[in-house]
């Protein structure tokens, strides 16, 4: 397939940007990249995720707590994806080269592949947001519709009632099913992967084994398998519902834009940044707990504009990009709290199903 291409204009919105961005961190004197606060997070919630995985394994609560720690497991896998793995995917969890690409791999331990999530999210999803057959994020055809040019089948018009078991499948569908496909495709939706290295095949099948090790085989040894499948059935859906929820929140809510290219030219009609604003939504921004958890994604404006600078750094680059925008009059798209930014998201839905 053709790849859209951008406008490339001179003196542009996203040049200005940067230059106040970079003049920003001039004047603080910090670095783009995580600090001891970011450190400490991910420290609570890797050894969290841990003992609360070996009481779950090698302790065997009662029903009660067993249910409870699940639903926190989940939650920590998503917590983990968002504050870890995200930032360390992007190069910016830290100012070293190895310990941003540990914090990627997490992914692996988890069950994913940070090869295949390097080109479906950095490659793909960040420089085509919201283009339909480019941006695999929105390919989730033929159970929800989410954009006006993909088909519509009758089954759509309840999708707003039944996204939420959607969701909850994603975690358990994305390392199960969707990896493999990509693997044995060569391809995220219409776009060829990059070709693998020997170590990459090595990475992609040995932590597969691993994560079935880890999240199948000790535990139904462990517990057995009516109280592991409790747990695993359990903890999935959680890390499933919140990951996609987050994701979701940023892109196919109300007011973002879906653009297509211009069929002739195959260029876009806005120059890249403005096409970020025009297709990203930002939610809860002044909520610290939901900041914390989510890994600044709430921020997924300024992610997007810059997903090289640590989610740390959100906050005062919001300032920064909202004031630039009410400058030159671009939309700049958001919600209030996590209530709002899902009753737009609903209605976006319902609206995409009629």
Same mark, same amino acid.
């Given at each position: 397939m053709n790849i859209p291409k951008f406008s490339n204009i001179h003196q542009s919105f996203h040049s200005e940007m940067k230059a106040k961005i970079s003049e920003y961190f001039l004047e603080v004197g910090r670095s783009t990249t995580g600090n001891y606060q970011l450190f400490i997070k991910a420290l609570i919630l890797m050894v969290s995720f841990i003992l609360v995985y070996i009481h779950l394994v090698f302790f065997t609560p009662a029903v009660?707590?067993?249910?409870?720690?699940?639903?926190?497991?989940?939650?920590?896998? $998503? $917590?983990?994806? !968002?504050?870890?793995m995200h930032d360390g995917a992007h190069g910016s969890f830290s100012k070293?080269?190895?310990?941003? %690409?540990?914090? $990627? !791999?997490?992914?692996?331990?988890?069950?994913g592949n940070s090869f295949m999530w390097n080109m479906k999210h950095n490659i793909i999803h960040h420089a085509y947001t919201n283009v339909d057959g480019v941006d695999d994020d929105i390919d989730i055809q033929p159970w929800?519709?989410?954009?006006?040019?993909? %088909?519509?089948?009758?089954? #759509?018009k309840y999708q707003h009632l039944y996204f939420w078991v959607l969701y909850s499948l994603l975690y358990v569908f994305w390392v199960f099913l969707f990896d493999y496909k990509k693997y044995f495709r060569?391809?995220?939706?219409?776009?060829?992967? %990059?070709?693998?290295?020997?170590?990459? #095949?090595f990475i992609f099948w040995g932590f597969k084994l691993v994560h079935l090790f880890l999240f199948v085989g000790l535990p139904v040894y462990?517990?057995? !398998?009516q109280s592991w499948l409790i747990s695993f059935t359990i903890f999935t859906l959680v890390a499933g519902f919140v990951l996609s929820l987050v994701f979701q929140l940023a892109h196919t809510v109300e007011h973002t834009a879906f653009p297509v290219a211009d069929p002739e030219t195959g260029k876009m009609e806005d120059e890249w940044a403005i096409h970020q604003l025009k297709t990203t939504a930002n939610f809860a921004t002044k909520n610290k707990l939901v900041t914390w958890l989510v890994g600044g994604l709430n921020f997924q404006i300024e992610h997007h504009l810059f997903p090289k600078i640590s989610h740390v750094h959100y906050p005062a680059l919001r300032e920064i990009i909202k004031t630039l925008c009410e400058k030159h009059g671009i939309n700049y798209i958001e919600f209030r709290n996590v209530r709002y930014a899902i009753a737009s998201h609903v209605a976006f839905l319902r609206q995409m199903g009629k």
């Amino acid at each position: 397939m053709n790849i859209p291409k951008f406008s490339n204009i001179h003196q542009s919105f996203h040049s200005e940007m940067k230059a106040k961005i970079s003049e920003y961190f001039l004047e603080v004197g910090r670095s783009t990249t995580g600090n001891y606060q970011l450190f400490i997070k991910a420290l609570i919630l890797m050894v969290s995720f841990i003992l609360v995985y070996i009481h779950l394994v090698f302790f065997t609560p009662a029903v009660f707590w067993q249910v409870l720690e699940s639903v926190l497991l989940g939650g920590l896998v $998503a $917590a983990i994806g !968002f504050n870890v793995m995200h930032d360390g995917a992007h190069g910016s969890f830290s100012k070293y080269k190895w310990l941003n %690409k540990l914090a $990627a !791999f997490s992914l692996n331990i988890l069950g994913g592949n940070s090869f295949m999530w390097n080109m479906k999210h950095n490659i793909i999803h960040h420089a085509y947001t919201n283009v339909d057959g480019v941006d695999d994020d929105i390919d989730i055809q033929p159970w929800l519709r989410m954009s006006s040019t993909q %088909k519509k089948y009758k089954l #759509h018009k309840y999708q707003h009632l039944y996204f939420w078991v959607l969701y909850s499948l994603l975690y358990v569908f994305w390392v199960f099913l969707f990896d493999y496909k990509k693997y044995f495709r060569g391809k995220i939706g219409n776009m060829p992967v %990059k070709k693998m290295k020997l170590s990459d #095949h090595f990475i992609f099948w040995g932590f597969k084994l691993v994560h079935l090790f880890l999240f199948v085989g000790l535990p139904v040894y462990m517990v057995g !398998f009516q109280s592991w499948l409790i747990s695993f059935t359990i903890f999935t859906l959680v890390a499933g519902f919140v990951l996609s929820l987050v994701f979701q929140l940023a892109h196919t809510v109300e007011h973002t834009a879906f653009p297509v290219a211009d069929p002739e030219t195959g260029k876009m009609e806005d120059e890249w940044a403005i096409h970020q604003l025009k297709t990203t939504a930002n939610f809860a921004t002044k909520n610290k707990l939901v900041t914390w958890l989510v890994g600044g994604l709430n921020f997924q404006i300024e992610h997007h504009l810059f997903p090289k600078i640590s989610h740390v750094h959100y906050p005062a680059l919001r300032e920064i990009i909202k004031t630039l925008c009410e400058k030159h009059g671009i939309n700049y798209i958001e919600f209030r709290n996590v209530r709002y930014a899902i009753a737009s998201h609903v209605a976006f839905l319902r609206q995409m199903g009629k």
